[in-house]
């Protein structure tokens, strides 16, 4: 089990850009990890992941292109870098991780997958 700190949220208005950190308490080269967000009344949504040593990484339809995800594989640290930030991006991102996944068909997108979870840092995007 690691602890996971998320920091770097804020307000920022559509267009703009924003990075997210996610500091582990532990070596997580290893494991899957994850960035998922929940807005008001929406179910927790995968954002992005990545995958042990952080040779594949995945991201949602909606932010394919605008979002990056990737490792500081010595500072045990993983970051998201959103760009062209829009309205729909707003919400409380998670991070997340999972030395394996629960189940042998979970996917990286599934909540249920991770074992391992920050408290959360709080993004809203404006118009």
């Known amino acids: 089990q690691v602890q996971l700190v998320e920091s770097g949220g804020g307000s920022a208005q559509a267009g703009q850009s924003l990075t997210l950190s996610c500091a582990a308490s532990?070596?997580?080269?290893?494991?899957?990890m994850a960035w998922f967000r929940q807005a008001p009344g929406q179910e927790r949504e995968g954002v992005a992941a990545s995958y042990p040593r952080g040779v594949h990484s995945f991201y949602t339809a909606s932010v394919d292109g605008r979002f990056t995800v990737s490792r500081d594989l010595r500072q045990n640290t993983l970051l998201l870098v959103m760009e062209n930030l829009k309205p729909e991006d707003s919400g409380m991102y998670f991070c997340a991780a999972a030395r394996r996944f629960a189940a042998w068909s979970s996917t990286w997108s599934d909540a249920a997958a991770y074992a391992d979870w920050g408290q959360g840092t709080q993004v809203t995007v404006s118009t």
């Open positions: 532990g070596d997580t080269s290893v494991y899957y």
